[in-house]
Nanobody
Framework: QVQLVESGGGLVQAGGSLGLSCAAS????????MGWYRQAPGKQRELVAQ???????EYGDFVKGRFTISGDHVTKTAYLQMNGLKPEDTAVYYC???????????????WGQGTQVTVSS
């Protein structure tokens, strides 16, 4: 069974840095996208950053050059380096991937369990 395993996150002061890692475990036939979303209390879940199988990256408008995503569909891992963190970046960060498990015909959306990022002012 495919799972997304996350690590990283925690508490940091404003202006600091954190890294988040995600790895897809299990048998994956094809990985189409992988990245991170976040959800703050009372707000909708929003895209932080993701990459596609073709190596195209996409970032949320609020990132403004502060975050960098790396990884690829071969290793099935994603790493999010977050610099210049602000209190408004405080949220639960979720790894996300659209992938096709081995033995399946269609891609599915997978989510990690979420990891808390707290930025103090």
């Amino acid at each position: 069974q495919v799972q997304l395993v996350e690590s990283g996150g925690g508490l940091v002061q404003a202006g600091g840095s954190l890294g988040l890692s995600c790895a897809a475990s299990g048998s994956v036939f094809r990985l189409d996208t992988m990245g991170w979303y976040r959800q703050a209390p009372g707000k909708q879940r929003e895209l932080v950053a993701q990459f596609t199988r073709l190596g195209i990256t996409e970032y949320g408008d609020f990132v403004k050059g502060r975050f960098t995503i790396s990884g690829d569909h071969v290793t099935k891992t994603a790493y999010l380096q977050m610099n210049g963190l602000k209190p408004e970046d405080t949220a639960v960060y979720y790894c996300n991937s659209v992938l096709t498990p081995l033995g399946s015909e269609n891609p599915r959306v997978y989510w990690g369990q979420g990891t808390q990022v707290t930025v103090s002012s």
